[in-house]
């Protein structure tokens, strides 16, 4: 595998983009020194989501192999501290003698990897061929709405970069699922999209630079390839290379926010989609001297690349306990589930519309529509109700509590005489902890409960706190991944508008003839 190539996700993307190209598979194989049948299965892979439709819930995931060279890594840093210029050769021979037993071919492709590289100054192409390339942003505004008060959106914006058709949406925040959920509404906009499309360092798309390399967020390189995108990062500190995203957002706020008034936030989603087809495509652009629309028409529409047979399965996966009334909590919203249910670990799959809820077993339990996010309220199917189980006693959830392990049962007997009137409510109280603690932890909590004749959900609780350590429930895009996300995302601030107006001065057309000279 060649030394740029940092994980699994970058090798699909650039196999599959690779072989848009016109690259066979016996070439991808022997360029990037992988066989044949591995080129086949990434290639098969990446067709049968576009074609069948692509589920998180069975996405694959595969641990790094070892390598015999790891322990080795802290020697080949030694001597590229003393000796910067040394060879592949060499090297493999100074790790051959401190007792290395492996091949020279993985040292060479590790000493690519460690060794600090030049940095290549990028070729800034400010026009592009119809469907080319395209060019997405965010800019946040305050808007005073009407009806429901001041509060602060977030502008997403893709423009096509040779037609400057112009796609817009509003939300209230920039997380992963939305940006990959607004770029499928662009997409499907647009009926297709271009080539490759640039985008600013934020940490849902570039995590961070390495050696004048981006390396890109791995849950998004999936998503961009699903649809056969290549993603291109702007370098840090050169706002000038997104130009033609950058503009609009002047247009945006002259136009469309400008003497006008809207009742909510999606008063101002409607008028927006309005805005696009009677003034945006419309309009005659200052660069072009065409109307977006009619560019897209005659030349860029039939140059995009198709979409995708299903689109990429942009859910939100997440387990969660079932609370003991028999709902599960969704971003402060609660919905029903069958009572059976009640103390289970479930799986939930949220789509910008919808909560699905499902069993242990991966069996669908329940459907409901998604409430707006920390809204508060609940929703109740009443054939979740249909169960003869008591609701609030303990014979609903005993089987769910003896599961959780062999000290249950005696601690159960000694709750019931200590408790006889309310056993069901200290019972639910423990079973809800699974949120927070392993089963086997509260099952040795139970243990040392019932040996000091400590029979309530309180001294349960106590002892897990001093002698069990909190776990997170398991995700394939866990809720505490996305708070720490959220931690280092930068907030968005909106440049001021002279800023703008240097990018269309004399000045920036200076300074775009000295990149171009560079280049």
């Not at 529409?301 to 609370?323: N, W």
């Amino acid at each position: 595998m060649p030394h740029y190539v940092r994980n699994r996700e970058e090798l699909e993307h650039l196999i599959v983009t690779m072989h848009i190209d016109g690259w066979s598979k016996r070439a991808l194989a022997g360029h990037f020194k992988i066989g044949r049948n591995t080129v086949r299965r990434i290639l098969r892979k990446n067709q049968t989501q576009r074609e069948e439709g692509h589920d998180v819930l069975n996405s694959e995931k595969k641990t790094p192999r070892k390598s015999k060279l790891d322990s080795y890594v802290p020697i080949m840093q030694g001597l590229l501290e003393k000796y910067s210029k040394i060879t592949g050769v060499r090297l493999y021979e100074e790790l051959k003698a401190a007792g290395f037993t492996g091949g020279s071919t993985i040292v060479t492709d590790r000493l690519r990897q460690i060794r600090p590289r030049s940095k290549k100054k990028p070729v800034v192409r400010f026009e592009t061929d119809p469907g080319k390339q395209g060019q997405m942003d965010w800019s946040p505004y305050t808007i005073n709405f009407k009806r429901t008060g001041k509060a602060k959106v977030i502008c997403f914006s893709y423009i096509l970069g040779f037609s400057r058709r112009h796609y817009i949406d509003f939300t209230t925040n920039r997380n992963f699922f939305t940006l990959i959920r607004r770029h499928q509404d662009a997409f499907n906009y647009f009926g297709g999209l271009p080539l490759q499309c640039l985008y600013d360092n934020e940490k849902t798309v570039v995590l961070r630079w390495e050696a004048g390399h981006p390396v890109f967020n791995p849950a998004f390189v999936s998503f961009i390839t699903h649809y056969h995108c290549k993603p291109v990062a702007c370098r840090p500190g050169r706002p000038e290379t997104k130009g033609k995203i950058e503009a609009p957002f002047l247009y945006v706020e002259n136009n469309l926010l400008n003497a006008r008034d809207f009742q909510d936030l999606e008063d101002l989603r409607g008028i927006s989609r309005w805005w696009l087809a009677n003034k945006s495509d419309l309009h005659k652009h200052d660069t072009t001297g065409h109307p977006p629309l009619e560019l897209f028409m005659q030349d860029e529409r039939s140059r995009l690349q198709p979409l995708p047979a299903h689109p990429y399965d942009s859910a939100e996966v997440i387990l969660s306990v079932c609370r003991c009334d028999g709902f599960i909590e969704l971003d402060t919203n609660l919905y029903s589930v069958p009572y059976e249910y009640v103390a289970d670990i479930l799986t939930i799959k949220a789509t910008e519309h919808d909560v699905l809820i499902y069993s242990p077993d991966l069996e669908q339990i329940a459907c409901h529509e998604r409430l707006p996010k920390l809204a508060g309220k609940s929703t109740e199917n009443p054939d979740h109700r249909k169960s003869k189980k008591v609701r609030y006693g303990l014979e609903s959830i005993k089987d769910t509590f003896l599961s959780l392990g062999p000290e249950a049962e005696s601690f159960l007997v000694g709750l019931k005489e200590k408790h006889p009137h309310n056993c069901g409510f200290h019972a639910r109280s423990i079973l809800a902890l699974k949120e927070k603690y392993h089963s086997d932890d509260i099952n040795k909590a139970l243990n040392r409960a019932t040996r000091y004749y400590a029979f309530d959900g309180k001294a349960v609780e106590r002892i897990l706190a001093a002698r069990a350590k909190p776990r997170t429930l398991e995700s394939f895009r866990n809720q505490e991944a996305n708070k720490m996300l959220k931690k280092v995302l930068p907030e968005i601030k909106q440049r001021p508008l002279d800023e703008y107006c240097q990018l269309l001065s004399n000045d920036h057309q200076t300074k775009k003839d000295d990149i171009l000279e560079e280049g």
